[in-house]
C-alpha cells in the first residue's frame, strides 16, 4: 500500500479538505503515477455535493489527471518509469461486453468503474480521484500524453475533451456544418475548438453577453445571447447540430427550434429530467433529434491526445493553488473561470 494525500469530501456539505488515505499495492498490470496537475470539471461539484443522488463518502474528486510514472506492475508492456500519461473519467470496466469489445467502456454494460466513488471490480474499496499526489491504475486505462502537448494544459482533454470531442465526430460534423455550442465552460470552449477544426460554422449560445469576444477569440464565427428571444427566434431552423453543455435544468424547446429539419441536439451536461417539459412536435415535425454523450473510450480518449497535438488545440487554464478548491468551485458556479481550473499538485505539499 501506499500512503497518498488528498483533498476530499467526506459529505454533501462539507468542503473539500485535506486527506490521508491508501492507496493500494501494485497489481501486476498496474501503473503508479505522481500526479503533477488536475482539472476540474463540473461533474466534480455535482458529485462531491451529491447532486446526482450516486456520491459515495469520502469522495476525492478529480477525473483529469496528468503525471509521471513511478512504478510499473510485472506485466505492464506500455509504460516506463518516467513516462508522462494521464487518466480520465474512468480507471476499468468488464472488458468483455458488446461495449466494451467496441472500445466504448463508457457503455459498459455492466458498468465502467468511475475514477472515483465507484466499488473497485476486485477488492470493492472506493475508488479516489485525482484532487491527490498519486494514483495506481490498470494500464489498460492510462493514456500517453504526446510528447508537444504541455502537461498542465493537457489535463482538461481528459474530460472536456473527450467529451465535446467525441460526439462531434460520432454525428459526423464536417466542413461548412453549422453547429451551436450550448455553455461555453470547461466542455463548450473545447467544444467551439473541436467543430472548428472539423471545419464547421460555430455559433456559441450564451448566457453571458461578456463572453462574445472571448467566444470569437476561440474560434466561434457568432454568438448568439441565449436569454434575448429576438436572437433566438432569428436563428430559427438554422443549425445542423447542438452540443449542449449546461450543467442545470433548461428549457431545451427555443434550442430546438433552432435546428433545421434533421438536425442533432446531443445533452452532455444534464442527467437529470428535462424540465420544463419538451414539446414533442419540436422533434416530430422536423425529423429532429434529441441525444446524449458521455466522455469516450480510452482508444479514443487517446485519438482526442493525438488530435489537439496534431491541430494545436490547448485547453485555456488558470492554475489552481489546491488549498483554494473551494473558491474556485463558489467560482466556477459564478461562471468565473477561463475556462477550466487546473490543480497544480506541488502546492499539495506546500
Ligand atoms: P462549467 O461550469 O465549466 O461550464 C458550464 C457553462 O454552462 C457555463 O460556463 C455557462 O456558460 C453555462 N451555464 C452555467 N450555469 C448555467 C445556467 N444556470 N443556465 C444556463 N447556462 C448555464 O462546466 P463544465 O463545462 O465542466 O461541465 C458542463 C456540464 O457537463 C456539467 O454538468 C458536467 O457535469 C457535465 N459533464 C458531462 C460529461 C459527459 O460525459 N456527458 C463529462 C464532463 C462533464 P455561459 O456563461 O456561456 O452561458
Ligand atoms: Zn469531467
Redesign the pocket.
Known amino acids: 500500500m501506499y500512503t497518498a494525500i488528498g483533498y476530499a469530501a467526506q459529505s454533501a456539505t462539507a468542503p473539500l479538505a485535506p486527506m490521508t488515505f491508501e492507496r493500494r499495492a501494485l497489481r501486476p498490470d498496474d501503473v503508479a503515477i505522481e500526479i503533477l496537475y488536475c482539472g476540474?470539471?463540473?461533474?466534480d461539484?455535482?458529485q462531491a455535493r451529491n447532486e446526482w443522488g450516486i456520491a459515495v463518502y469520502p469522495l476525492m474528486p478529480g477525473h483529469e489527471i496528468v503525471g509521471r510514472v513511478t512504478a510499473v506492475g510485472a506485466n505492464v508492456s506500455r509504460y516506463n518509469v518516467g513516462d508522462n500519461v494521464g487518466v480520465g473519467?474512468m480507471v476499468d470496466s468488464c472488458q468483455h461486453c458488446e461495449a466494451c469489445r467496441s472500445d466504448l467502456e463508457?457503455y459498459c454494460q455492466e458498468g465502467p468503474t468511475m475514477t472515483y466513488a465507484t466499488a473497485d471490480r476486485i477488492d470493492g474499496s472506493n475508488t479516489m480521484g485525482g484532487y491527490s499526489n498519486s494514483i495506481v491504475v490498470s494500464e489498460r486505462f492510462v493514456l500517453r500524453i504526446p510528447a508537444s502537448l504541455d502537461l498542465p494544459g493537457a489535463a482538461p482533454i481528459l474530460?472536456?475533451g473527450?467529451?465535446t470531442y467525441s460526439p462531434l465526430k460520432h454525428y459526423g460534423v464536417k466542413a461548412g456544418d453549422r453547429v451551436g455550442i450550448?455553455?461555453?465552460?470547461?466542455?463548450?470552449?473545447m467544444g467551439i475548438k473541436f467543430a472548428k477544426a472539423m471545419g464547421a460554422e460555430v455559433t456559441?449560445?450564451?448566457?453571458?453577453p461578456s463572453?462574445a469576444e472571448e467566444?470569437r477569440k476561440q474560434g466561434a464565427d457568432h454568438v448568439i445571447v441565449?436569454t434575448d428571444p429576438a436572437q433566438m427566434q432569428a436563428a430559427s431552423e438554422h443549425f445542423d447540430f447542438l452540443l449542449d453543455?449546461?450543467?442545470?435544468q433548461?428549457d431545451l424547446n427555443p434550442y430546438l427550434q433552432t435546428l433545421k429539419f434533421d438536425g442533432v441536439h446531443i445533452?452532455?451536461?444534464?442527467?437529470e429530467p428535462v424540465d420544463p417539459a419538451l414539446h414533442a412536435a419540436n422533434l416530430v415535425l422536423k425529423r429532429r433529434v434529441l441525444g446524449?454523450?458521455?466522455?469516450?473510450g480510452i482508444a479514443e480518449t487517446q485519438e482526442v491526445l493525438e488530435y489537439c497535438a496534431e491541430h494545436g488545440i490547448r485547453c485555456d487554464i488558470e492554475m489552481l493553488d489546491i488549498r483554494h478548491i473551494n473558491e474556485a468551485y463558489s467560482r466556477?458556479?459564478a461562471?468565473d473561470?477561463k475556462?477550466?481550473f487546473v490543480i497544480d499538485m506541488a502546492t499539495l505539499k506546500g
Open positions: 476540474v470539471c463540473h461533474s461539484i455535482h473519467c463508457q474530460c472536456a473527450i467529451t450550448l455553455g461555453m465552460g470547461g466542455l463548450g470552449h456559441l449560445f450564451t448566457r453571458s463572453k467566444a441565449s453543455t449546461i450543467p442545470v433548461h445533452l452532455v451536461g444534464l442527467i446524449g454523450s458521455l466522455i469516450g466556477m458556479i461562471g473561470v475556462y477550466r
